[in-house]
């Protein structure tokens, strides 16, 4: 089955450790992105990548720093320098940008004590 | 800058009830919009697309429609059931290269 992959589910790290939540996808899709939810705010950008080797800052990137060596694969690491990291990360990945329909994965809950 | 409203936050309606979710936009230069299920821990599931020049789209017993002239769109589910019981979100794209707007979602609770 197609599909998005995010693991681990849940993540608990201590403050001023950098964690890197993995975002693996196999629907050949060419756009990755990260999103942020927090209760009673909806999704937020992070990142996005069109293309491999290639990404660009959402909204909310400070403090968030990614990479897409894979077409399949699109890593977010949260920084030390992310002044509010517990939340609810979504990947998502289309087929060739905002205007396809979007797929998600089922998300990695952060918590950061 | 593009706000998306949905309005109420929550809804609660028994069983077998026709229901219709709201969902208004700022600026109707709209490329497209979605219409997004999330249940409870869960990533989003696209539900509808709907390109700026549709004035519908249905997929089994839902139906979305969108009016760009008044900023609006609604998501039409006949014959409700307590699995349609999760959060709905739309999405709107402003337009090429442009990055999607979220609202933040209605509450759909399905009493048996």
């Known amino acids: 089955d197609g599909g998005i992959t995010q693991s681990p589910k849940y993540l608990f790290r201590k403050e001023g450790q950098n964690v890197t939540l993995s975002c693996e996808q196999n629907l050949n899709h060419d756009a990755m992105y990260w999103y942020r939810q927090d209760p009673g705010q909806g999704l937020r950008l992070i990142y996005y990548?069109?293309?491999?080797?290639?990404?660009q800052k959402g909204d909310i990137a400070e403090g968030y720093s990614v990479s897409r060596e894979k077409k399949e694969s699109f890593p977010l690491t949260v920084t030390s320098a992310q002044k509010n990291p517990t939340a609810f990360y979504l990947c998502?990945?289309?087929?060739?940008?905002?205007?396809?329909?979007?797929?998600f994965g089922n998300g990695t809950r952060l918590t950061v004590t | 800058k593009q706000e998306v409203t949905q309005i109420p936050a929550a809804l609660s309606v028994p069983e077998g009830e026709n229901l219709v979710l709201n969902c208004s936009f700022t600026d109707s230069a709209i490329y497209n919009l979605q219409w997004f299920r999330q249940d409870p821990g869960k990533g989003l599931t696209s539900l509808l697309l709907i390109q700026s020049s549709q004035r519908e789209q249905t997929s089994g017993r839902l139906n979305a429609s969108l009016d760009k002239s008044s900023g609006r769109s609604t998501l039409y589910i006949a014959a409700s059931q307590p699995g349609d019981s999760a959060t709905y979100l739309c999405a709107v794209h402003p337009g090429a290269n442009s990055k999607l707007t979220f609202g933040k979602g209605i509450t759909l609770s399905v009493r048996p």
């Open positions: 990548s069109q293309i491999v080797n290639d990404f």
């Open positions: 998502a990945s289309s087929i060739g940008g905002f205007n396809s329909p979007l797929h």
